[in-house]
C-alpha cells in the first residue's frame, strides 16, 4: 500500500529526503519542485499515447497500455533510482498523486526503498506555493540606475546572513534588454515561481527581507502579481553612483562577450531609443568602443527608470555608492533600521 503525505510534510521532510519527480519529461521542464529528479514513468510520447488511447477506448485500455510499455523498463527505474540516491528514505510525486507515483512507489517498496507519496501531487504543490506568495512580507527593496551595483550589494548582503531573494539570480537575467547575455537558459515562468517559493519559505516573513527593484518582468518571465505588488508597495533604497563608475561595470560585465549578442539586443531597444541613436551603438559595439555604446542605452534606461522611482507610492531613501561594497553593506543595514515598514504596523 502506498503511504502517502500532505504537501506540508511533503516539504518539511524535502530539505532532509531525496525528491523524485515521475512526469514526463515535458512536464518536469516545464516546472517542477525545487531539488527533484525526473525518473519518468512515461516518456512524452507514450504519455500521449496513452492519454489518446483512454479518450478513443476508455480506462482499461489505456491501462493495459500503459503496463505493455512499462513492463520492459521496471529494472531501468530500480536502476535509476540507485544511480541518483545514497539513502532509502524518498519522496516521490507525480501530477496529481495518481496512478503514475503510486505505481513507481509500489515498485520502488519492491526494490527496498521507503517511498511516500505526495497527496494530490504536483499540483497540491503549486496549489501551496501560490498561496504561499500572497502572505505579507517585508521587503526593503534595493533599486538604482543600471550598473550601479546592486546586484554586487544583493550577494554581499547575503554573504552577510541579511535575508535575500534574489530576483535576477533566480530568472538567470539581468532585467535589461541585454539582460541574457552571458546567462543561462532561463525557466518557465512557472519554474521561476516555484524557485521564489522554495528561497520565500526559507525565510522568516516577519523579518525585514531585501529585494531587487524589478518590473512585472525579468526577461521571459513574470512575477508572481501578488509579489510584485507588494515590490511597488514596499520601502525603496536607490543605489546612487556615478555615469563614469556604472559605465566601469558594465564594460567589464560585457567585455567578454559575442559583439553580435550585443547587437541583437541593441535592435531590441531600437525604437525606444531612435533608429538614428541604435544605428550609433552598433556602430561603436563593432568598432569595440563599449563605453559610448554603453552611454547611449544608458540614456534610454536611466529615462525609464527615473519614471519608475517617480511612481513610487513610498518616497524612496537615496544612497550613494561611493566606497566599497562593505561599506555600502553597513551604511543599507543602518538605514533599513530606520524604515518603518508598513508591514510592520499590522
Request: aromatic share 10%.
Amino acid at each position: 500500500m502506498t503511504l502517502t503525505i500532505s504537501i506540508e510534510k511533503f516539504i518539511e521532510l524535502s530539505d532532509i529526503y531525496p525528491v523524485i519527480d515521475v512526469r514526463s519529461p515535458s512536464e518536469y521542464a516545464r516546472g517542477h519542485i525545487p531539488g527533484a529528479f525526473n525518473i519518468p514513468l512515461f516518456s512524452d510520447e507514450e504519455r500521449a499515447a496513452v492519454g489518446t488511447k483512454y479518450v478513443k477506448e476508455g480506462r482499461q485500455q489505456a491501462v493495459r497500455l500503459g503496463l505493455e510499455l512499462v513492463a520492459p523498463k521496471l529494472n531501468w527505474f530500480v536502476d535509476a533510482l540507485n544511480s541518483t540516491v545514497n539513502q532509502k528514505n524518498i519522496l516521490v510525486y507525480c501530477w496529481r498523486g495518481g496512478m503514475r507515483s503510486a505505481s513507481m512507489s509500489w515498485l520502488f517498496g519492491l526494490a527496498g526503498f521507503k517511498p511516500l507519496t505526495l497527496e494530490g501531487g504536483y499540483k497540491s504543490f503549486r496549489r501551496y506555493a501560490q498561496a504561499t506568495f500572497d502572505r505579507k512580507y517585508k521587503f526593503i527593496v534595493l533599486g538604482g540606475m543600471t550598473g550601479c551595483g546592486k546586484t554586487e550589494l544583493i550577494k554581499k548582503l547575503k554573504a552577510n546572513s541579511e535575508q535575500v531573494v534574489d530576483l535576477e539570480g533566480l530568472a538567470n537575467h539581468k532585467g535589461s534588454a541585454f539582460g541574457w547575455i552571458n546567462q543561462p537558459k532561463q525557466p518557465t515562468t512557472e519554474h521561476f515561481e516555484n524557485l521564489l517559493f522554495n528561497e520565500l519559505r526559507k525565510l522568516n516573513p516577519s523579518q525585514p527581507i531585501w529585494i531587487e527593484d524589478e518590473s512585472k518582468s525579468i526577461g521571459s518571465i513574470f512575477l508572481p502579481q501578488s509579489i510584485y505588488i507588494q515590490i511597488i508597495n514596499s520601502p525603496t533604497i536607490i543605489i546612487e553612483t556615478e555615469l563614469n563608475h556604472r559605465i566601469e561595470r558594465l564594460i567589464n560585465d560585457y567585455t567578454v562577450c559575442d559583439k553580435q549578442d550585443l547587437i541583437n539586443s541593441v535592435h531590441r531597444i531600437q525604437k525606444q531609443l531612435g533608429l538614428e541613436k541604435a544605428k550609433r551603438c552598433i556602430d561603436y559595439i563593432e568598432s569595440g568602443n563599449l563605453r559610448d555604446a554603453i552611454g547611449i542605452a544608458l540614456e534610454y534606461y536611466d529615462k525609464t527608470y527615473s519614471y519608475g522611482i517617480a511612481q513610487k507610492k513610498i518616497p524612496p531613501k537615496f544612497l550613494t555608492f561611493d566606497g566599497t561594497a562593505n561599506d555600502m553593506i553597513s551604511k543599507l543595514k543602518s538605514v533599513s533600521k530606520s524604515i518603518i515598514h508598513p508591514a510592520f504596523l499590522d
